[in-house]
């Protein structure tokens, strides 16, 4: 009897088991996130906060006219937590996230709500779902403003590219009586303080605009204006603008190699990944270009609708780039080129550490580095080629070419052969010190005859003398070594910015 009552409660088990209902707890917003993530509502039941039926084209409408300048960009939307069903009510909170134009992320915290109509769940979908405090009407615009731009800096720490101000020279259409003349006319005034413009394009371009456009012709610095300030005053259909652009001392000071900034071009602005808008100053050639994500910094960013600022980031100024470049030794080179007819191209370098103290080009340089790029052949040079770093892939902030060894010789530019230069003198200066200069970094741990041997004084004894002259030839046989590994680097890469006084700043060689 016990027996089968044992089987009758096992039979009873197995029936109430299969009776048990498998089916998932309902979820009213899973096909919502994922229509809201691809902004594509198709086959998901919508009600506006009214309760009306909204179409799926018409909630993909709705998002374009609320996220506005966000809506190409679309969110990472996640629940958080499990959706809370009430018979026929339900709601759940979710996170939004956004990722901004320069990398930052926007996130907050929004409501989900539904109503099941008919046996179906339908999520209402309206202003304040895309942003809690959203206003009806009202759409996300980004704004932004630049960060104060960092500067570039000599050995010194002297500003060697900074903020200058500038006066950007336009041509108003309408206002424009004579165009040939006024071609003619703007020629002869900027030659007149040695500033050279193609204006040839001018009636082209001033046809093709609109009459109230600003059709820019040059952008001058101030001190270069206020020369001809009445001459293009008096000229009619000229226009100007003030401003300002991150620019080296002087119009010739390092040009090729420093480069220049100036408002970002459409190839710069499609390449940027959404960092950069048309109007945006960005840097165009040198060094400018090369560390322009750390000399721009991160702008002041902010989402707004209407007069309500949604989501706010503050700007973060741009790095300071230092570089070993000497200002004295910078000028010295570059008045040394002035009168050059040819191409020509002067670089220096410290012989003590290899550090590059200037870099000129030649008046007939175009805004051509030929100081780091140009093709210079030579015969052989007394020493292997790779090992005096010629081809050798070098760790500097600049573009550059570090030539090739052929069978003739060696192919360089300027700066390799004054790399080269450097690296030997060190190698075949004195042991030590004489009338007063060094030739070298100062080493630990040298015994007491090697320093001696530094000395100009006399060293007794042929024993003596022959031990301080093989550790003379081992001084410099290590002495080379080490100037062929600085050879191949010249200076160390960027690490990263750091703090320096209080400021971030890089080191560009």
Not at 252 to 273: H, M, V, Y
Not at 331 to 347: D, H, N, Y
């Amino acid at each position: 009897m016990r027996h089968v009552r044992r089987i009758l409660a096992a039979t009873l088990i197995v029936a109430l088991a299969g009776c048990t209902d498998d089916k998932p707890a309902e979820d009213p917003f899973a096909a919502f996130v994922n229509g809201w993530q691809r902004a594509d509502f198709t086959g998901v039941e919508l009600r506006t906060p009214a309760g009306q039926p909204l179409p799926a084209d018409a909630a993909k409408q709705l998002l374009a006219d609320t996220e506005g300048d966000l809506g190409a960009r679309r969110p990472v939307v996640t629940r958080h937590g499990k959706a809370a069903v009430r018979k026929n009510d339900a709601d759940m909170r979710a996170g939004v996230d956004w990722t901004l134009p320069d990398g930052r992320h926007w996130a907050y915290e929004t409501k989900l709500e539904a109503r099941r109509i008919d046996g179906k769940w339908a999520v209402y979908l309206g202003p304040a779902v895309v942003h809690p405090d959203l206003p009806d009407g009202k759409k996300m615009t980004l704004r932004s403003a630049a960060a104060t731009r960092g500067v570039v800096l000599a050995a010194d720490g002297t500003p060697i590219v900074s903020d200058v101000p500038v006066v950007h020279v336009g041509i108003e259409p309408r206002l424009v009586r004579d165009v040939d003349a006024l071609v003619q006319r703007l020629d002869l005034v900027f030659r007149s303080v040695r500033v050279s413009v193609d204006v040839s394009a001018l009636p082209g371009r001033i046809k093709a605009a609109k009459p109230d456009a600003f059709v820019e012709v040059v952008t001058l610095r101030k001190t270069d204006y206020t020369e001809i300030e009445r001459d293009l005053a008096a000229t009619d259909g000229v226009a100007t603008k003030p401003g300002t652009l991150s620019l080296p001392l002087t119009r010739t000071f390092g040009r090729a190699l420093l480069g220049t900034s100036g408002p970002a071009t459409k190839e710069l602005i499609d390449g940027s990944g959404g960092a950069l808008k048309a109007g945006d100053i960005t840097g165009l050639t040198g060094l400018q270009r090369r560390y322009d994500v750390a000399l721009r910094g991160t702008p002041k960013l902010e989402v707004v609708a209407g007069d309500k600022v949604l989501y706010a980031a503050p700007a973060v100024d741009g790095v300071r780039v230092r570089t070993t470049i000497d200002v004295k030794t910078q000028q010295a080179a570059e008045a040394a080129l002035a009168g050059t007819a040819k191409r020509s191209a002067l670089v220096a370098v410290g012989v003590k550490d290899g550090t590059v103290l200037a870099a000129a080009n030649g008046p007939d340089a175009a805004g051509y580095n030929l100081a780091f790029q140009a093709e210079v052949a030579s015969p052989p040079i007394g020493v292997d080629g790779g090992a005096a770093g010629f081809g050798v892939a070098w760790k500097l902030g600049a573009d550059m070419f570090t030539g090739r060894v052929t069978e003739a010789g060696v192919v360089g530019s300027p700066l390799v052969y004054a790399a080269a230069a450097a690296a030997l003198a060190r190698a075949l200066a004195p042991a030590g010190p004489r009338d007063g200069t060094v030739a070298g970094p100062r080493r630990r741990g040298r015994s007491r005859g090697h320093r001696h041997a530094d000395g100009a004084g006399d060293v007794g004894g042929g024993a003596r003398r022959r031990r301080v002259l093989r550790l003379r030839r081992r001084r410099r046989a290590g002495r080379h070594r080490a100037d062929r590994g600085r050879l191949r680097q010249v200076a160390e890469p960027l690490s990263g910015p750091h703090r320096k006084s209080g400021a971030a700043e890089r080191t560009a060689w």
